[in-house]
């Protein structure tokens, strides 16, 4: 697939995400009234998925025809056994009603100071250099100056990848390429499809590729006692919450995704977002080799991507690896989001620092809501918590970041457990 950003395939990730493996139950071959490309019917049951994703359900569903996905046979058992449907209505109830309270409506005043607070930092790191020369201090200070527009573009480039700023799909693509692209070096197919499937089967082993950690961490409960009971040391795993800060924070943007990045651009010829990558490459180089030399820069940008990879490890793990992380349990699409997320208090830096990823509970539900909306719609999360005693959980900023070092400590226990005594 050389293009993941389009709507066609995004569906396609979803619903592909959202279909158990490797028994997949037999489809039938004429479209269900239940399915969301037949005009006139409700999108019912895994759909909220499919609902969640796509503003125009119309547009969308006309790609989803010739692709024959309906209902599960009759002689095929269903995989639909933890859903609760009168969660199911009132979470619809609730999405209608954050609809007629226009929350899903973008201020673009919002996301243009973003973008200029961006540039301004940008600028300000290179006068710093070009005023005050490319001493250690000067050189320090614009380090951690970049770094905070690179971690700030990250927050914004997710609000257009997940199309809450424009109302036409292309033109949240189109800027997307951009803040990803030109503004990070980074590759906006790459994300689509991997944050999509992120969303769709969040904590969810060999569904979300975000918990899928190459054997180097166990997570959860139930992979560490796996590993334990089938003998697997690839690392000592008790002992994961103290290297965590050697290779978790340091590296996962300076070496594992940028790797990444560059390989799946090549490899599937996505060379629009070469081509936007590149010139950011270009940009950076031709503004601080005059300072460093080639070598200098060189090591300049890896070090700035070293800061920026902590600022991002610390704050989208904080929501997500200290809550269950598990195979599948097919539950209805509000209680699986509400057990694999948790939110952070809210304040003026909480909101700035995450790119109101805060309130990652609220974007997980509503994950085309602009992102200065979500703490309009939070009591009314809360109250559908309350009514069907499901937990809400929302926490201080540090606490949340000390969660995560618990909860791998509390994994690694679990799995010395089970390697020396089962």
């Known amino acids: ?9 995004v569906c396609v990730c979803v619903l592909l995400a959202s279909i158990p493996t490797p028994q997949t139950p037999l489809l039938r071959a004429s479209l269900s009234p239940l399915h969301p490309a037949s005009a006139g019917h409700p999108i019912t049951g895994q759909q909220d998925a499919f609902r969640a994703f796509h503003p125009d359900l119309e547009f969308v569903g006309k790609f989803l ?3 024959l996905i309906g209902e599960l046979a ?35 005043v919002f996301f243009l100071l973003l973008l200029a607070h961006i540039i301004a930092l940008e600028s300000i790191a290179w006068f710093t250099i070009f005023y005050f020369g490319n001493g ?8 951690f100056v970049l770094a905070t527009s690179q971690a700030q573009a990250g927050w914004l480039q997710h609000d257009y990848g997940h199309l809450s700023v424009y109302r036409k799909p292309k033109w949240n693509h189109l800027v997307h390429k951009f803040v990803i692209g ?46 334990g009971k089938k003998k697997l040391k690839y690392l000592p795993y008790n002992h994961q919450h103290e290297y965590f800060f ?37 940009r950076f180089f031709v503004t601080y080799i005059p300072f460093y030399g080639i070598l200098g820069a060189l090591l300049f940008l890896n070090f700035i991507r070293f800061l920026e990879s902590h600022w991002f490890v610390w704050v989208t793990q904080m929501n997500h690896i200290v809550m269950e992380i598990d195979q599948e349990a097919y539950r209805d699409w509000f209680s699986s989001q509400l057990t694999a997320t948790c939110n952070v208090e809210q304040s003026f830096f909480n909101d700035w620092f995450s790119g109101h990823l805060n309130f990652q509970i609220e974007h997980h539900l509503f994950p085309t809501m602009p992102r200065h909306n979500l703490h309009k719609i ?14 809400y959980q929302e926490k201080p900023l540090l606490r949340a970041l000390l969660d995560i070092i618990r909860s791998l400590k509390k994994s690694g226990k679990l799995w010395l457990d089970a390697y020396l005594h089962k």
């Open 246 to 282: 050697l290779i978790g924070p340091p590296l996962l943007i300076p070496m594992y995704f940028q790797y990444q990045i560059i390989m799946t651009m090549i490899v599937h010829k996505n060379w629009v977002d070469l081509a936007w990558a590149i010139s950011y490459y270009i």
């Open 182 to 227: 030109h503004l990070k070096g980074a590759s906006a197919n790459w994300w689509n499809h991997r944050h999509f499937q992120h969303h769709a089967k969040p904590n969810i082993f060999h569904k979300d590729p975000d918990v899928n950690m190459l054997h180097v961490f166990v997570l959860g409960e139930w992979q560490p006692i796996e590993y």
């Open 378 to 391: 939070a009591p009314l999360v809360k109250s559908l918590c309350a009514k069907h005693g499901i937990e």
């Open 1 to 9: 697939m050389h293009d993941w950003a389009a709507g066609p395939f």
């Open 65 to 67: 025809k010739p692709l």
């Open 74 to 108: 009759p002689e095929e058992p269903s995989q639909d056994h933890g859903k609760n449907s009168k969660i199911i209505e009132d979470f619809r109830a609730l999405k209608k009603t954050a609809e007629d309270m226009n929350l899903f409506k973008t201020n673009h």
């Open 136 to 143: 250690w201090i000067p050189t320090l200070i614009t380090a």
